[in-house]
């Protein structure tokens, strides 16, 4: 998995058409987290890191966290003394790693052996708050998702209306999730991507909020 580099505003700053310095990087190109930090009401720009991800498949959590880390510190290499955001999220599911799928057919038959099962999301996230003398603070998410029972035309229609190819587990729980999912236990910003419980208390404590 890759994610490829750049910049936009995002936020009120981006709202509003203005260009003030940055007070918050959110190292990803992730919608949903984008629009996570946008409903905080938090100033923010996008950097999109160049890196390499990497997956273990048989160790989700340590995906996660190694991807959070990896591109925190490359949006870092940039932007050293502005607080960074950055997150990675992938599915466990019978106790392998699940990304994005790399094709349709790939996302069918995955939506297809999710069908009726439970599965957990895992979301790494790693915190820098800028500046030289504090090490990042990395945290893992877990949620558990159990799915609908599908039918391969529900698959079909569903994938009518969501692109699964730039999504972790080939789905999206904010874009007509209802249609395939039965319940939720636990956080759903962190099926999302981005888990309120862990950057809110940060924010706040960055007086970013």
Same mark, same amino acid.
């Given at each position: 998995? +890759?994610? /490829?580099?750049?910049? =936009?505003?995002?936020? $009120?700053?981006?709202?509003? &058409?203005?260009?003030?310095? $940055? /007070?918050?990087?959110?190292?990803?190109?992730?919608?949903?987290?984008?629009? !996570?930090?946008?409903?905080?009401?938090?100033?923010?720009? #996008?950097?999109?890191?160049?890196?390499?991800?990497?997956?273990?498949?048989?160790?989700?959590?340590?995906?996660?966290?190694?991807?959070?880390?990896?591109?925190?510190?490359?949006?870092?290499? +940039?932007?050293?003394?502005?607080?960074?955001?950055? $997150?990675?999220?992938?599915?466990?599911?019978? &106790?392998?790693?699940? &990304?994005?799928?790399?094709?349709?057919?790939?996302?069918?038959?995955?939506?297809?052996?999710? /069908?009726?099962? =439970?599965?957990?999301?895992? =979301?790494? #996230?790693?915190?820098?708050?800028?500046?030289?003398?504090?090490?990042?603070?990395?945290?893992?998410?877990?949620?558990?998702?159990? %799915?609908?029972?599908?039918?391969?035309?529900?698959?079909?229609?569903? %994938?009518?209306?969501?692109?699964?190819?730039?999504?972790?587990?080939?789905?999206?729980?904010?874009?007509?999730?209802?249609?395939? !999912?039965? /319940?939720?236990?636990?956080?759903?910003?962190?099926?999302?991507?981005?888990?309120?419980?862990?950057?809110?208390?940060?924010?706040?404590?960055?007086?970013?909020?």
């Amino acid at each position: 998995m +890759t994610e /490829s580099a750049g910049s =936009t505003l995002g936020g $009120a700053a981006g709202r509003e &058409g203005a260009d003030p310095p $940055a /007070s918050l990087y959110l190292a990803s190109g992730s919608l949903r987290r984008r629009e !996570i930090l946008e409903r905080l009401g938090v100033s923010f720009r #996008v950097h999109v890191p160049d890196v390499n991800e990497v997956e273990y498949e048989t160790d989700p959590e340590a995906t996660v966290r190694v991807n959070a880390l990896i591109k925190l510190r490359a949006t870092r290499d +940039t932007h050293a003394d502005v607080p960074i955001i950055a $997150a990675d999220t992938v599915l466990e599911f019978d &106790g392998h790693c699940i &990304g994005k799928p790399t094709s349709m057919d790939a996302a069918h038959v995955l939506l297809r052996a999710l /069908s009726g099962r =439970t599965h957990r999301v895992l =979301t790494g #996230v790693a915190l820098w708050p800028g500046g030289d003398q504090a090490d990042p603070v990395v945290s893992v998410g877990a949620s558990t998702v159990r %799915f609908r029972v599908l039918r391969d035309e529900d698959i079909s229609a569903y %994938f009518g209306i969501v692109n699964p190819l730039d999504k972790a587990g080939g789905y999206d729980i904010d874009q007509s999730g209802d249609t395939i !999912i039965a /319940s939720v236990e636990g956080s759903r910003t962190n099926v999302m991507g981005l888990p309120l419980e862990v950057i809110e208390p940060w924010l706040n404590q960055q007086g970013l909020l």
